[in-house]
């Protein structure tokens, strides 16, 4: 059988409308995932470097669990094991939301947060201790050494891979269909059951997804020329 | 009253004796050497007056008053007694000028302007004010060396500690050091010198100290220190390294 192409009927109308609509909804769940991540994150790994045994523990015990699953198992739990973990009143409320959406974005800012608290953490270790030396040398205290040498030359060193984790976040939000959140892997997997066209229709998302991650590596790229070249011991 | 007075001091790291029993006395402006091989104490001994080390026995006045009094805040302690590294320890995300204001501007509150114009001044001091604007990166180590110089001499000290400053440096470039820490010298300042540049030693120092095994076993005046030796251990090591 000979397969017709026909990318007009993707890239125009009803269809073109529906991959707009998945964009935008994987944009939403990637951002408002990221922001969550990095909060979580953060917090993960300031109680990883507290010394706080009990602190240490959980965050460490976070990170590993987090981190050693596999993202749609976790996605699963969320979204099926919601009923089971959260107050009944609570989940009544989340029923009249966007259910599916919250629990994605659930599952990918846990997931997501357990990688950049690791990031963070090695960030800071990664800085000699001789600058904390040298700066407390000249009487500056604890906070304000972490806060004026350590932690801006820390965050120059996170930025890049945190980017890339922003990137593997907006690219595991595609598995966010398999619970029915309309993003654009959904939308073109619609596409395809209403019109057998789904070569066009994933292409045409290959392609969006492509072209967004390109655009922001290409940013790492320019970051780590303009802004990392200063960063050396 | 000396400018600083070592009490029979011990320091351990964990099980490891390494300071055991040093008692100096360093009067205003004098120029103190400290040499010795490898592992001798000589890093720990200095860093004890900056309370970068901890000392497990014995005193340590600056000024007639102990260091490790309860009244004595470590980070004003700090901003008395300069210290430079062998590594140069600048900050690498700063320029040279904010090398140098940094700590008058968040430890002593100084105007921008103020700090900025003192931290020109010691640059030119050292020699490298056209250099202000650029990251210690693009400095050479013996650039980079004389702007932790200025740095620590930002905070005004009454003691200046420098520990083996040469060592890390290509040999072209020890004399711009070198001769920074010599007009530091002769204008006054209290130096305790970590190293073994012994034409240094020879100009400026008022005396030099031998240390092994934690221990002082030597100390005089450069001449008679070079000329004539006493322990043997002293012209086993001045053998090796003149
Ligand atoms: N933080 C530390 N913990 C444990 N041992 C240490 C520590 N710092 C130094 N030491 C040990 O103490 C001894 C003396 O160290 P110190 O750095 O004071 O010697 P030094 O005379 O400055 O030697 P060098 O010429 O190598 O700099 C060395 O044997 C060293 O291994
Ligand atoms: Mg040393």
Redesign the interface.
Request: proline content about 4%; overall charge neutral.
């Given at each position: 059988m000979q397969y017709n192409f026909d990318w007009k009927l993707v890239l125009s109308g009803e269809y073109l409308q529906w991959i707009i609509d998945g964009v935008v909804v994987t944009c939403q769940i990637s951002a408002l995932s990221l922001v969550l991540a990095m909060a979580i994150g953060t917090l993960i790994a300031v109680m990883r470097l507290s010394a706080v045994r009990p602190l240490v523990w959980f965050s460490a015990g976070f990170t590993e669990f987090f981190r050693n699953t596999p993202l749609l198992v976790q996605i699963f739990f969320w979204y099926f094991g919601s009923d089971a973990v959260l107050p009944a009143a609570v989940n009544q409320w989340l029923y009249k939301q966007n259910f599916e959406f919250a629990a994605g974005v659930i599952a990918l800012a846990v997931y997501t947060a357990a990688f950049i608290a690791e990031e963070i953490r090695s960030g800071i270790f990664s800085i000699p201790r001789t600058q904390l030396e040298a700066s407390r040398a000249c009487g500056l205290t604890f906070l304000q050494a972490m806060r004026y040498v350590v932690l801006p030359q820390a965050f120059r060193i996170i930025v890049p891979p945190l980017i890339s984790q922003a990137l593997n976040l907006f690219k595991n939000s595609s598995l966010c269909m398999t619970i029915g959140v309309m993003e654009l892997t959904y939308m073109a997997r619609q596409i395809e059951s209403y019109t057998f066209h789904g070569f066009e229709a994933f292409t045409v998302s290959t392609l969006i997804y492509l072209t967004i991650s390109l655009l922001v590596s290409f940013s790492i790229t320019q970051y780590n020329k303009y802004f990392l070249r200063t960063i050396k011991y | 009253m000396a400018m600083i007075e070592f009490h029979d001091v011990h320091k351990w790291y964990g099980e490891f004796h390494v300071l055991k029993g040093i008692t100096q006395k360093v009067e205003k402006g004098e120029v103190l050497v400290i040499c010795g091989p490898s592992g001798s104490g000589k890093s720990s001994f200095i860093r004890c007056l900056?309370r970068?080390e901890p000392i497990q026995k014995g005193q340590i006045l600056l000024e007639g008053k102990s260091i490790h009094d309860k009244s004595v805040d470590v980070?004003?302690l700090?901003?008395e007694v300069?210290?430079v590294?062998q590594?140069f320890?600048?900050?690498?995300?700063l320029s040279v000028l904010q090398n140098v204001t940094?700590?008058p501007t968040?430890?002593r509150k100084m105007p921008k302007a103020k700090a900025e114009s003192i931290a020109m001044e010691l640059l030119e001091r050292v020699g490298i004010h056209d250099q202000a604007r650029k990251?210690?990166?693009e400095l050479s180590g013996g650039q980079q060396q004389r702007v932790a110089i200025a740095?620590?001499l930002a905070?005004q000290p009454k003691v200046m500690l420098f520990d083996e400053p040469t060592s890390a440096l290509d040999p072209e470039m020890i004399n711009e050091v070198l001769n920074a820490m010599k007009d530091l010298a002769r204008a006054g300042m209290t130096m305790l010198c970590v190293t073994h540049e012994m034409g240094f030693a020879r100009e400026v120092a008022d005396r030099v100290v031998f240390m092994d095994g934690g221990k002082v076993i030597e100390e005089a005046p450069p001449d008679v220190f070079f000329s004539n030796p006493q322990h043997e251990r002293t012209q086993a090591f001045l053998r090796e390294i003149l």
């Amino acid at each position: 059988m000979q397969y017709n192409f026909d990318w007009k009927l993707v890239l125009s109308g009803e269809y073109l409308q529906w991959i707009i609509d998945g964009v935008v909804v994987t944009c939403q769940i990637s951002a408002l995932s990221l922001v969550l991540a990095m909060a979580i994150g953060t917090l993960i790994a300031v109680m990883r470097l507290s010394a706080v045994r009990p602190l240490v523990w959980f965050s460490a015990g976070f990170t590993e669990f987090f981190r050693n699953t596999p993202l749609l198992v976790q996605i699963f739990f969320w979204y099926f094991g919601s009923d089971a973990v959260l107050p009944a009143a609570v989940n009544q409320w989340l029923y009249k939301q966007n259910f599916e959406f919250a629990a994605g974005v659930i599952a990918l800012a846990v997931y997501t947060a357990a990688f950049i608290a690791e990031e963070i953490r090695s960030g800071i270790f990664s800085i000699p201790r001789t600058q904390l030396e040298a700066s407390r040398a000249c009487g500056l205290t604890f906070l304000q050494a972490m806060r004026y040498v350590v932690l801006p030359q820390a965050f120059r060193i996170i930025v890049p891979p945190l980017i890339s984790q922003a990137l593997n976040l907006f690219k595991n939000s595609s598995l966010c269909m398999t619970i029915g959140v309309m993003e654009l892997t959904y939308m073109a997997r619609q596409i395809e059951s209403y019109t057998f066209h789904g070569f066009e229709a994933f292409t045409v998302s290959t392609l969006i997804y492509l072209t967004i991650s390109l655009l922001v590596s290409f940013s790492i790229t320019q970051y780590n020329k303009y802004f990392l070249r200063t960063i050396k011991y | 009253m000396a400018m600083i007075e070592f009490h029979d001091v011990h320091k351990w790291y964990g099980e490891f004796h390494v300071l055991k029993g040093i008692t100096q006395k360093v009067e205003k402006g004098e120029v103190l050497v400290i040499c010795g091989p490898s592992g001798s104490g000589k890093s720990s001994f200095i860093r004890c007056l900056n309370r970068l080390e901890p000392i497990q026995k014995g005193q340590i006045l600056l000024e007639g008053k102990s260091i490790h009094d309860k009244s004595v805040d470590v980070n004003e302690l700090r901003t008395e007694v300069g210290i430079v590294f062998q590594q140069f320890n600048l900050y690498p995300h700063l320029s040279v000028l904010q090398n140098v204001t940094l700590a008058p501007t968040k430890v002593r509150k100084m105007p921008k302007a103020k700090a900025e114009s003192i931290a020109m001044e010691l640059l030119e001091r050292v020699g490298i004010h056209d250099q202000a604007r650029k990251y210690p990166v693009e400095l050479s180590g013996g650039q980079q060396q004389r702007v932790a110089i200025a740095r620590a001499l930002a905070m005004q000290p009454k003691v200046m500690l420098f520990d083996e400053p040469t060592s890390a440096l290509d040999p072209e470039m020890i004399n711009e050091v070198l001769n920074a820490m010599k007009d530091l010298a002769r204008a006054g300042m209290t130096m305790l010198c970590v190293t073994h540049e012994m034409g240094f030693a020879r100009e400026v120092a008022d005396r030099v100290v031998f240390m092994d095994g934690g221990k002082v076993i030597e100390e005089a005046p450069p001449d008679v220190f070079f000329s004539n030796p006493q322990h043997e251990r002293t012209q086993a090591f001045l053998r090796e390294i003149l």
